[in-house]
């Protein structure tokens, strides 16, 4: 144990180390059972002569707060339970963050699960290969597979390969591993490409309704956040401020809409991008999972100028709990986005690129892929049929073929139906969310978001049982 004590100077040195030892005892810090440091070790760490390490235990135990003194050690011995709870850290002086943190709204705490829990943006933990993924993690643990040194900020080269090579193959996205940066998640990939072109008050686009936690990064570095309305087509181009220096969207799945970007959309903001010379965020975080209808090229496949960044993610495919992302770069940024990455947090953890570069390679995330694609297939399908079934023309389901979420509307009805009836629904055990704090401003649509990637078909089919009898006939 590392254990602390303070000596403030070198009188009554013993009595100094009595009394630390004491005090941590006292408010649980050394919990009882726990081994202190032999005397030897504690005088050797301090500074002190093992006598005085010893009068120190004597007393304690002379006071029964430490027993043992025998080969095994000494122990802590658990202190009577009337003694005050440990203080928190010191609240001290009010310290000022920069100003942006306090304008930022907290993101709202994630509801606690609901028994039929349609929540969204989770896939489902019982598929992931718990299996494989052991066995491939346990051979990289080994000291003749890790090394001491720090590693690429851009990331493990057999995964940065892997990677190139998995995209260019389920998206046609075209990168070599140079162009591929592994990342903590989109949400990384996110803050490194603001860091490295945002200057503050700088304007970003944002679809609206969109994904909060991208509008809220862009926010806390300092930009001008504008939302720009999503339609039938996607991203309302039109609507686009003059000045936006960046744009992110999620063509292939609009977030939380469902919507996939038309082609004509999807030439208009990169005609719109090269004439601004604004830059896009192509966020494809969930294009794995495509159900119908034929893919659309990428916007970083159309784009002929270099000005589009693709950001991808194994949260959907994996977990989102492993922060595995990835992001392309043009070369024109490459060196300042590897530096930011290198600043930000010297690189992502070694192991799990490893494992991931191997699952990939070895063909498993293929296999996973198709396996994890038919499972949410057949759960898209049911709830799409069950919200029909139950709910008739009194939700309007938006379109949509992929991803792991869809959305539906009321047909009638504002804020208060939809923050009834999720309240209701919430009642009586079914966890849906509302459309609304999707939207920056002021929603323009009602209704929910409906994830299916936890839930599994007798789920879905009970879930929407009891959702609609919440709702006792309101939609
Ligand atoms: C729009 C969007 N982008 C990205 C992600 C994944 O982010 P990350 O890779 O940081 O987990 C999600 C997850 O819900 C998402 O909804």
């Given at each position: 144990?590392?254990?602390?004590v303070d000596?403030k100077?070198?009188r009554?040195?013993?009595?100094?180390?009595?009394r630390g030892?004491?005090a941590?005892?006292?408010d649980?810090?050394?919990?009882?059972?726990e081994r202190v440091?032999?005397?030897?070790?504690?005088?050797?760490?301090?500074?002190?002569?093992?006598?005085?390490?010893s009068?120190?235990?004597?007393?304690?135990?002379?006071?029964?707060?430490?027993?043992?003194?025998?080969?095994?050690?000494?122990f802590v011995?658990?202190?009577p339970?009337e003694h005050?709870p440990?203080?928190?850290?010191?609240?001290?002086?009010?310290?000022?963050?920069r100003?942006?943190?306090?304008e930022?709204?907290?993101?709202?705490?994630?509801e606690?699960?609901?028994?039929?829990d349609f929540?969204?943006?989770?896939?489902d933990?019982?598929?992931?290969?718990?299996?494989?993924?052991?066995?491939?993690?346990?051979?990289?643990?080994r000291?003749?597979?890790?090394?001491a040194?720090?590693?690429?900020p851009?990331?493990?080269?057999?995964?940065?390969?892997?990677?190139?090579?998995?995209?260019?193959v389920?998206?046609?996205?075209?990168?070599?591993?140079?162009?591929?940066?592994?990342?903590?998640?989109?949400q990384?990939?996110?803050?490194?490409?603001?860091?490295?072109?945002?200057?503050?008050?700088?304007?970003?686009?944002?679809?609206?309704?969109?994904?909060?936690?991208?509008?809220?990064?862009?926010?806390?570095l300092?930009?001008?956040?504008?939302?720009?309305p999503?339609?039938?087509?996607?991203l309302d181009?039109?609507?686009?401020p003059?000045?936006a220096?960046?744009?992110y969207v999620t063509?292939?799945?609009?977030f939380?809409?469902?919507?996939?970007?038309?082609?004509?959309?999807?030439?208009?903001?990169?005609?719109w991008?090269?004439?601004?010379d604004?830059?896009v965020?192509?966020?494809?975080?969930d294009?794995?999972f495509r159900f119908?209808g034929?893919?659309l090229?990428?916007?970083?496949?159309?784009?002929?100028?270099?000005r589009?960044?693709?950001?991808?993610?194994?949260?959907k495919?994996l977990?989102?709990?492993?922060?595995?992302?990835?992001?392309?770069?043009?070369?024109?940024?490459?060196?300042?986005l590897?530096?930011?990455?290198?600043?930000?947090?010297?690189?992502?953890?070694l192991?799990?690129?490893?494992v991931?570069?191997?699952f990939i390679?070895?063909?498993m995330?293929?296999?996973?892929l198709?396996?994890?694609?038919?499972?949410?297939?057949?759960?898209?399908?049911?709830?799409?049929?069950?919200?029909?079934?139950h709910?008739?023309?009194?939700?309007?389901?938006l379109?949509?073929?992929?991803?792991?979420?869809?959305?539906?509307?009321?047909?009638?009805?504002?804020?208060?139906?939809?923050?009834?009836?999720?309240g209701?629904?919430?009642?009586a055990g079914?966890g849906?969310e509302?459309?609304?704090p999707?939207?920056a401003?002021?929603?323009?649509?009602?209704g929910?978001?409906?994830?299916?990637?936890?839930?599994?078909?007798?789920?879905?089919d009970?879930?929407?049982?009891?959702?609609?009898?919440s709702?006792?006939g309101?939609l």
């Open positions: 144990m590392d254990l602390h000596l100077d070198r009554d040195l013993a009595g100094q180390i009595y030892l004491r941590q005892m006292l649980g810090r050394l919990r009882g059972g440091p032999p005397t030897r070790e504690l005088a050797r760490r301090l500074g002190v002569s093992r006598n005085t390490v009068v120190a235990y004597e007393w304690l135990a002379a006071e029964g707060l430490l027993t043992g003194r025998t080969r095994a050690g000494s011995q658990a202190p339970r005050p440990r203080g928190r850290a010191t609240a001290g002086v009010k310290l000022r963050p100003a942006i943190w306090s930022l709204r907290t993101p709202r705490p994630p606690p699960p609901a028994r039929h929540r969204v943006g989770i896939p933990a019982t598929l992931f290969p718990f299996e494989a993924w052991r066995r491939l993690m346990a051979r990289q643990l000291a003749s597979a890790m090394t040194a720090y590693a690429d851009f990331g493990h080269p057999e995964l940065r390969e892997a990677v190139a090579r998995h995209i260019g389920s998206r046609g996205v075209r990168a070599d591993a140079t162009d591929v940066l592994i990342t903590h998640g989109a990384q990939a996110l803050d490194l490409i603001g860091r490295v072109l945002l200057e503050p008050g700088d304007c970003v686009a944002v679809e609206e309704p969109g994904y909060p936690p991208a509008r809220l990064l862009f926010q806390s300092g930009a001008r956040v504008v939302p720009v999503v339609d039938a087509e996607g181009v039109s609507a686009l003059d000045d220096r960046l744009v063509p292939s799945h609009q939380p809409l469902g919507i996939v970007m038309s082609p004509p959309r999807r030439r208009a903001l990169l005609d991008a090269r004439q601004r604004a830059v965020i192509e966020d494809d975080y294009s794995e119908g034929r893919p090229e990428t916007l970083h496949s159309l784009d002929r100028s270099g589009v960044l693709y950001v991808g993610s194994f949260s495919v977990l989102p709990s492993l922060r595995l992302g990835f992001l392309v770069a043009p070369p024109s940024l490459q060196r300042e590897g530096l930011a990455k290198q600043v930000s947090d010297s690189h992502s953890q192991p799990a690129q490893a991931l570069a191997r390679d070895s063909g995330l293929a296999r996973h198709r396996k994890t694609r038919r499972e949410y297939e057949l759960r898209h399908a049911r709830l799409t049929e069950g919200l029909a079934r709910f008739g023309s009194g939700l309007r389901l379109p949509s073929v992929a991803g792991l979420h869809l959305s539906a509307t009321f047909a009638r009805g504002g804020a208060r139906l939809e923050r009834t009836l999720t209701q629904a919430r009642a079914v849906v509302a459309l609304s999707y939207f401003g002021t929603p323009t649509r009602h929910w978001v409906l994830g299916y990637g936890a839930l599994t078909l007798d789920g879905i009970e879930g929407l049982r009891r959702l609609r009898a709702v006792a309101a």
